[in-house]
């Protein structure tokens, strides 16, 4: 989203503080000052893991965090509601929705005098620095009070609530905002806390609602959350191939009911036999009257005569457990809340930890909120163009994308479902796509996104099955509209892909594509799709049939490939592993103290391996990139013994697959059996192949479809660019075989060449890599103060600075 200029973080020069120094490190004059930490409003899943990393992060850093039970209402009631916590008091919720502590509406706190006991009881625990986990008009009300307290203070002086000396020791109210709410309505971060899991839900449900569907050709109207934004409704579309959506800042045309119905036939008489019609609750036509599930369902029945369903989700999306993005994001903008408060001074400007593509930025509270009203204004005046710009790049992004996906097709278009030509355009290309590499969600979405961007413009796509083996033997067939019709949600590869690279079979594959006469290639695959473009790319002097633009689209679960921080399918890996370890640690509920070795897929990437840890709260991850020794090994096990100590019954310990090549998996199995006999008891589990497996998250599918559609709109790009007067196309430069990947804030294009000196080809590995940033947070997450104590180490949140969110994580970017 379009966010106002971040607050700059204090400069930085120690990197760590000695144990002299005491273990309260609060800058800003805040040496002793609590953290309290509190969840306002509706819930969202993924606050748990907010709330978690808030106290462990305040607690590794030496200072007391309290919690404030049931929100606002909690504060101005006191008493038990505000609890110092533990370190103990937070393990085992990272996985849980809603939020353990509680959250409720507080009409007491929205007048004087309920914030005027509010704080009172904050003062008598010596808090003077908040964490607010809600939506805008939460953060508003910290804001407020914040605002007031000097006032407030004086007050509480002047009826003999607090001491002088008590009011001196609190004057200034810091004030740090994360934003939780499922909508992803706020202006000033691209993803909120919870969105990513609602989407789980509402994917979940249209996936099984399409099943029935199709059954029975039926029509479903799905009614999801989003009184004020569509955003959910919007990403859910894209995500599920539906065929038209509604949403409050787009309102259909006043002749929506004959276009929706064009399109519906269309469809069907396509072959298609399901519809589905997403809305969103807050759904407005052009003179912002709503339209409703039950409107929409009318029109379609009265005008199709079709078989139609209505469903509302309703608050079924803001249940179950958080995804791996919401526990990540969750447990990165608690740290970092954390960290803004030690360097907050009595002048800071309260602020809202923000999601800006792939870094994280402090911004002014009161100017987020003023923009996310300033949508609602502009809705108002119906500006809808001016209110979905409003809403960030992200949001109009996707909003092009689905509209361009979803477009009525002309009445002829160049080739039919069969690939046989019906009319021949003069523009119109012949483009190939292939998988080459390791199977992963999401690759079916990016070729059906591929397939209908060249198809509606009037190309012709040949999908080649198989990789390099079915390029060289021949198995190469067109694809039709109709033919990708229901491919994003499913996984794996419909096209088939294997590992072969193409350097021993240069000459028979040059042949096919002279064959088929392909004009550009898309390659949809790992680390092989990579190298097999690059390989192309080097032998182009010798071979004019390989002079054609090539594009590689990052997927593979490892995510090892350079020139981008994301792969397509890591994320449906990494929610996968997250679930798995969910299960394995329930397993043993009603087992005292048993800690879980557990193997992860990666290669030498240990990608996976650290996002799971914290996505799952494990204790440890081992890593190819991060050595260890023996020394550290044993370390951990009594770090783990330190745990169990303090009262936590299980522990999870992660390892990627080729971490080393002597501390195998069941190395450390048997070295924690050893060592923590009498104390836990352990358990080992490799996870092998399906962490590939499964249906595409939300996140893949979408992030699928827009990456092919860059692919295909730059592969068009080249053709035009490099092809003379006689049709002929000569691509010599670098520049016209390129990897398209997220880097940043950005889609990147880069020469697939240029990225040989940035790789690691005998381990398969990017030279640099982004989310190493994130080993810190992981290790202080999962380190108790009693081992920090006994180990006489004192932490500084110097140690972390630029690297919690330190080119940081794409996954805000990709969702767009």
């Known amino acids: 989203m379009s966010n106002p200029a971040p607050i700059p973080a204090a400069s930085v020069e120690d990197k760590h503080l000695s144990s002299k120094e005491g273990t309260s490190a609060m800058k800003g004059g805040q040496t002793g000052k609590a953290i309290a930490v509190f969840t306002s409003g509706g819930d969202s899943q993924g606050m748990n893991s907010a709330v978690r990393a808030v106290v462990r992060m305040g607690l590794y850093l030496g200072t007391k965090v309290f919690f404030i039970k049931e929100g606002y209402q909690g504060m101005v009631d006191g008493g038990d509601h505000i609890q110092e916590a533990t370190w103990v008091s937070v393990s085992g919720i990272i996985h849980k ?110 996936d099984a609602i399409v099943t029935t569907a199709s059954s029975h050709q039926r029509t479903f109207i799905l009614e999801v959350m989003g009184r004020h934004c569509g955003y959910l409704a919007l990403v859910a579309a894209l995500a599920s191939e539906a065929d038209f959506v509604f949403i409050p800042e787009w309102p259909p045309e006043p002749d929506w009911p004959d276009k929706l119905c064009k399109k519906l036939k269309q469809e069907r008489e396509s072959g298609q036999r399901l519809n589905i019609i997403i809305i969103a609750e807050g759904a407005i036509d052009r003179n912002g009257s709503p339209i409703s599930a039950e409107q929409v369902k009318k029109v379609v029945v009265d005008n199709l005569k079709q078989d139609t369903r209505v469903t509302v989700l309703g608050h079924v999306q803001r249940g179950g457990s958080p995804s791996a993005f919401d526990r990540i994001l969750g447990c990165r903008m608690g740290a970092e809340a954390v960290l803004a408060l030690f360097e907050a001074t009595p002048d800071s400007e309260a602020c809202v930890v923000s999601l800006d593509g792939n870094q994280a930025v402090r911004v002014p509270l009161m100017e987020c909120v003023k923009k996310t009203q300033g949508v609602a204004k502009y809705m108002a005046e119906k500006k809808w163009d001016e209110a979905v710009k409003l809403r960030g790049r992200s949001f109009e992004r996707n909003l092009i994308t689905y509209k361009m996906l979803t477009r009525l097709r002309p009445p002829k278009t160049a080739f039919d479902a069969e690939g046989h030509g019906v009319q021949q355009l003069k523009e119109g290309y012949i483009l190939g796509v292939i998988h080459i590499g390791a199977p992963c969600c999401g690759m079916n979405a990016a070729v059906r996104s591929f397939v209908r961007n060249c198809l509606f413009r009037g190309d012709k796509v040949f999908g080649i099955h198989d990789g390099i083996e079915g390029l060289v033997e021949g198995n190469i067939k067109p694809l039709g509209w109709s033919e990708v019709n229901g491919w994003v949600g499913q996984g794996g590869a419909f096209l088939g892909t294997k590992r072969t690279l193409p350097d021993k079979y240069m000459e028979k594959c040059v042949a096919r594509l002279k064959e088929f006469r392909i004009q550009a290639l898309l390659v949809i695959g790992g680390f092989e799709a990579y190298n097999s473009v690059l390989q192309f790319a080097e032998s182009r002097e010798k071979y004019p049939e390989l002079r054609i633009p090539m594009c590689v689209i990052p997927a593979t679960i490892s ?50 391996a650290t996002l799971a840890g914290l996505a799952g709260g494990a204790d440890a991850a081992y890593i190819f990139e991060e050595p ?149 947070l992981l290790k202080a997450l999962a380190t108790p103060v009693v081992y920090l104590v006994d180990q006489g180490v004192t932490p500084s949140p110097n140690q972390f600075e630029k690297t919690i969110f330190e080119d940081a994580d794409s996954f805000g970017e990709a969702m767009e």
Not at 150 to 179: M, P, Q, Y
């Open 97 to 206: 929705g809603g939020t353990v502590i509680g959250s409720a509406r507080c009409k007491d706190f929205r007048e004087r005098p309920g914030r005027l006991r509010a704080a009172a009881n904050l003062v008598k625990c010596k808090i003077c620095n908040l964490v607010v986990i809600g939506g805008d008009g939460s953060l508003t009300g910290a804001n407020l009070f914040r605002q007031e307290w000097s006032s407030l203070l004086d007050e509480l002086v002047e009826k003999g609530e607090i001491t002088a000396e008590l009011r001196a020791e609190c004057s200034h109210l810091n004030i740090v905002g994360l934003v939780g709410s499922i909508d992803n309505d706020f202006c000033g971060t691209d993803m909120t806390i919870g969105t990513d899991s609602a989407l789980h839900r509402i994917i979940e449900a249209i």
């Open 559 to 608: 995510n090892n490939v350079p020139g981008t921080d994301f792969s397509l399918g890591a994320d449906t890996a990494l929610n996968e592993i997250t679930e798995i370890c969910d299960r394995i640690r329930q397993s043993a509920q009603g087992t005292k103290r048993r800690v879980f070795v557990v193997e992860t897929m990666g290669g030498y990437c240990g990608y996976l």
């Open 628 to 776: 260890f020794s023996i020394k550290d090994l044993i370390g951990d096990v009594v770090h783990m013994q330190a745990k169990m100590a303090e009262g936590v019954q299980r522990g999870l310990i992660l390892r990627n697959e080729y971490a080393n090549s002597n501390y195998t998996t069941d190395f450390i199995f048997r070295l924690y059996s050893e060592e923590g006999k009498n104390i836990f008891s352990t358990r080992m589990n490799v996870l092998g192949h399906m962490q590939q497996g499964g249906s595409p998250s939300p996140f893949d599918r979408n992030f699928g479809t827009k990456m092919a559609s860059k692919g295909a709109e730059w592969l068009i790009t080249q053709l035009k660019k490099n092809t003379d007067a006689s049709g002929n196309i000569s691509c010599n430069s670098p520049e016209t075989a390129i990897l398209l990947g997220l880097v940043r804030r950005q889609y990147r294009y880069t020469p697939v060449q240029a990225l040989r000196a940035e790789t690691d080809f005998k381990n398969r590995l990017p030279h640099l890599q982004w989310w190493l940033h994130l080993r810190a």
